[in-house]
């Protein structure tokens, strides 16, 4: 049995409890107990403000203190973790150690020379970008010891490979970052506990920021409603940083006004009566590691309307489920929305949610990852 020892360098010191920490951390543990449950042992090793160990679902979390503090910086090194780490690896049983995300460099070199040589490093990608040119050498430097990379699709690396830091794409895997633990509920049940109304009900959900651009969105429904005046869109977010934007931007137009519904946030317990309360599910991002909104939406099956970036594109199995439109062009995302509209049944919902199980389930993301760190394991002995 292979023993997958997962390493997470940061923590949030708002989490109070180890406990706290792990539904805050969901993508973590469920990422680890569906490897678990494809057939590993696992192992998480997590920083945190003081010592303690939890076992759950067959995965044991232990939490690991240092001097540090909850972010760390580039040249911290977390010798109690790395220790530790080494010292879960036993002879003769073949182990691989996991790192969430390529923002450690200097850390993963260090852990490299405490390693066993048979053991391999995987490092999985979290919408990170390579560091500036000039620092590019020594970021290359200190990945030279990792034996896989784990990205949505395989268009994310190229700027790692293009740069240089990532030495060959023979060391790319493609691999869903995370899943979605949502639930498909019926529409009515739904909406009877959420409010929600309209023909058809369309749903945000991401933080107003530039990146997600949510006034293009409101532009092309904008549009939309001088042929569905009954549509209705709800802004579900948690940081508002061009809210001022979007709100004069909602003010411009009467249409828009009556039309739509700023959430705000909304909490996790509830966000799934809120999925499955939508016919259509709507976001505009420029770039995504993947796309967690996404996977939700698929989870409960809401139709996406999203924009045609590489994870997106991944997700939606290149449009099969749902409608892609070019990032930035309201005429595009018009004409995405309104084909979605015209295409909306009652059989589509559960459609989306078997492919969803097809494709996306944590179940199946964990065989999957299970196989890469089997792969790497024995090109790392080979």
């Known amino acids: 049995?292979?023993?997958?020892?997962?390493?997470?360098?940061?923590?949030?010191?708002?989490?109070?409890?180890?406990?706290?920490?792990l539904r805050h951390y969901f993508s973590l543990s469920a990422w680890a107990e569906s490897v678990a449950q494809a057939g590993a042992e696992v192992t998480v090793f997590q920083r945190y403000s003081r010592p303690a160990t939890v076992t759950q679902n067959n995965v044991t979390y232990h939490f690991i203190p240092d001097r540090w503090g909850p972010r760390l910086r580039g040249w911290q090194i977390p010798l109690a973790m790395h220790r530790r780490v080494r010292a879960a690896i036993r002879p003769q049983e073949p182990a691989v150690v996991h790192v969430n995300g390529l923002l450690f460099p200097l850390q993963i070199r260090h852990l490299r020379t405490l390693l066993p040589r048979p053991c391999p490093i995987v490092v999985q990608h979290h919408a990170e970008v390579p560091w500036p040119a000039a620092s590019r050498r020594?970021?290359?430097?200190?990945?030279?010891?990792?034996?896989?990379?784990?990205?949505?699709?395989?268009?994310?690396?190229?700027?790692?490979?293009?740069?240089?830091v990532i030495a060959s794409p023979a060391l790319v895997h493609a691999v869903m970052e995370t899943s979605s633990p949502l639930a498909f509920a019926e529409r009515a049940a739904a909406r009877a506990k959420t409010g929600l109304h309209g023909r058809p009900i369309m749903l945000w959900t991401g933080n107003l920021k530039p990146n997600?651009?949510?006034?293009?969105?409101?532009?092309?429904?904008?549009?939309?409603?001088?042929?569905?005046?009954?549509?209705?869109?709800?802004?579900?977010?948690?940081?508002?940083?061009?809210?001022?934007?979007?709100?004069?931007?909602?003010?411009?137009?009467?249409?828009l006004s009556a039309a739509v519904t700023l959430l705000g946030p909304i909490?996790?317990?509830?966000?799934?009566?809120?999925y499955n309360s939508a016919d259509i599910f709507v976001q505009g991002s420029a770039r995504e590691g993947s796309g967690i909104a996404l996977l939700d939406a698929l989870a409960c099956g809401v139709v996406p309307v999203v924009t045609d970036i590489p994870s997106f594109r991944t997700i939606t199995g290149d449009g099969a489920v749902g409608h892609?439109?070019?990032?930035?062009?309201?005429?595009?995302?018009?004409?995405?929305?309104?084909?979605?509209?015209?295409?909306?049944?009652?059989?589509?919902?559960r459609q989306i949610r078997?492919?969803?199980?097809?494709h996306w389930h944590f179940a199946v993301v964990g065989q999957e990852a299970l196989r890469v760190y089997e792969a790497v394991l024995n090109d790392r002995l080979g």
């Open 1 to 21: 049995m292979t023993h997958l020892i997962i390493l997470n360098y940061a923590f949030d010191p708002a989490d109070e409890t180890p406990a706290a920490l």
């Open 138 to 164: 020594l970021q290359q430097w200190a990945l030279a010891g990792v034996d896989g990379f784990l990205f949505t699709n395989h268009d994310l690396a190229r700027p790692w490979l293009a740069g240089g």
């Open 212 to 255: 997600k651009d949510p006034l293009t969105i409101l532009a092309g429904f904008e549009r939309v409603l001088a042929d569905a005046p009954d549509a209705r869109l709800y802004l579900a977010y948690r940081y508002g940083d061009i809210l001022p934007q979007v709100q004069a931007r909602i003010a411009q137009n009467d249409r």
């Open 267 to 274: 909490p996790h317990a509830e966000i799934a009566a809120y």
């Open 324 to 349: 892609l439109w070019s990032v930035g062009n309201v005429a595009s995302f018009t004409q995405a929305l309104r084909t979605a509209i015209d295409r909306l049944d009652d059989h589509r919902p």
């Open 354 to 358: 078997r492919f969803f199980e097809t």
